[in-house]
């Protein structure tokens, strides 16, 4: 399955048939669709949504998605889903350790677990992250999560994604995207899997714009990948599980859900390599805001401030003269959770491990670790090249709140703040 076919492009409008002739020419709900199936189309957005955001996709599939039974509860585990106020936030500045890999056997539904949330789910504003952790695939059972679009943020092994658009493969270092509400399951690729998934409750993720960087640059549209058409035409016993409103519920099926021989439209799952990413950056001085290394962002309503930004820290050349080269002490009014995909972070040389997290909300100061102010205010300014490194940041307006699991789990650092210690008073008095 590694040469899967995949189609290019972003928004924009795509199709695909597994059986030639399944998808209708001229019109989208013909009287009778091709081989007999049924068309069905699946909203993203309202229907009068402006043209530019309008996503929506037809598909037409061997069952209509009606035919399901009715929906029981079932026991969210350690999933939560915004507004959660089980604790209360504190302003600190927070990291943690990894999350341990699953022992028992888990399949992606049962290793999730949530770290933070913001916003309200049924607000549709704000996101969740959590962890998943996985050493099971899902074969007769699926996943729709109605309360947002989930963005994969895969650290450590891979994941092969079956959806009703078709398949996709995400490994370390990639992303994936799968809409709200589409129905999916997870294939591992490895024995076992972890990774960040941030749920995201709002606008869905679209690119940043350029402004005079021009046509070209960061994300380019033409690097990501979506899956063509393939169906199941499986029948037998099988769960679908839905995330309602921060409730799972489950209802049994017949049939394999993942039954769209054809489709067509622009709300489809997405795949993207980071190593594609064009990184823009100084070439005279100053590390520049970190929005420069934007590559997905969810807009929240009003212009410039993020829903949710994910941003990157890509391995990349640093040639900034008379510069403190690594990220500067800050405050600020967004609210940033990052995490580490692998390597080394600039700014934390020590602590922030790979799969670990850092959340530094709303003014919270943050800025690098004494050793690293020591080094990077010291050292000859020759061009250096950033290796071995890939951190994210998930960038949002609304208050990031970790949950009790989070807070209370022995993978948080009491001790962050030791970080900062060894920073000395440098003031003299007198000019360098
Ligand atoms: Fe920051």
């Known amino acids: 399955m590694s040469n899967l076919q995949y189609l290019h492009g972003f928004g924009n409008e795509f199709e695909s048939e597994a059986l030639t002739g399944a998808l209708p020419i001229g019109r989208f709900s013909p009287q009778r669709v091709n081989y007999g199936l049924y068309a069905e189309q699946f909203s993203s957005t309202a229907f009068t949504a402006p043209r530019a955001d309008n996503r ?66 049924a607000m549709q504003a704000g996101m969740a992250v959590h962890m998943y952790r996985a050493n099971q695939s899902m074969t007769e059972r699926f996943f729709t999560n109605a309360d947002g679009e989930l963005l ?68 380019n549209d033409r690097d990501f990948e979506i899956p063509v058409a393939a169906y199941e035409d499986r029948e ?35 795949r993207y390599d980071l ?77 922030f491990l790979p799969g670990g997290m850092s959340l530094h909300n709303s003014h919270a100061p943050h800025g690098p670790e004494a050793a690293v102010f020591e080094k990077a205010s010291q050292v000859e300014l020759t061009p250096q090249r950033y290796e071995n490194t890939l951190a994210f940041m998930l960038e949002s307006r609304y208050v990031i709140q970790p949950t009790r699991y989070a807070l209370e789990c022995p993978e948080r650092q009491q001790n962050y703040l030791d970080c900062w210690a060894g920073l000395k008073k440098q003031f003299t008095g007198a000019t360098l």
């Open 56 to 121: 929506r996709t037809w598909f037409y599939r061997i069952r209509p998605s009606v035919m399901q039974s009715d929906y029981s509860a079932l026991d969210t585990g350690l999933i939560r889903t915004a507004p959660s106020n089980e604790i209360p936030t504190p302003p600190s500045m927070l990291r943690w350790n990894p999350i341990p890999m699953a022992t028992q056997p888990t399949d992606f539904i049962e290793g999730l677990v949530t770290l933070a949330t913001n916003g309200s789910a």
């Open 152 to 219: 994969f943020i895969p650290q450590q092994g891979g994941l092969r994604l079956h959806t009703e658009c078709g398949v996709l493969e995400v490994n370390s270092g990639e992303i994936a995207v799968i809409p709200r509400g589409m129905k999916f399951r997870v294939v591992l690729l490895d024995h076992e899997v972890r990774g960040y998934l941030c749920e995201n409750y709002g606008h869905p993720f679209i690119l940043p714009e350029r402004g005079p960087v021009g046509a070209n640059g960061y994300a």
């Open 236 to 270: 037998g016993q099988f769960e679908l599980v839905t995330k309602f409103m921060g409730q799972l519920y489950r209802c049994e099926l017949d049939h394999s859900p993942l039954d769209v021989v054809a489709w067509t439209g622009n709300s489809v799952p997405y």
């Open 275 to 351: 190593a594609r990413f064009n990184v823009m950056n100084t070439v005279s001085y100053d590390h520049p805001d970190p929005s420069i290394f934007t590559v997905l962002t969810s807009p929240s309503g009003t212009a410039g401030v993020a829903n949710i930004d994910f941003v990157i820290f890509p391995p990349r050349w640093m040639v900034a003269e008379n510069t403190f080269r690594p990220p500067w002490y800050h405050r600020n009014v967004m609210s940033e959770l990052m995490g580490l995909i692998h390597g080394v972070y600039d700014a934390k040389e020590t602590g």
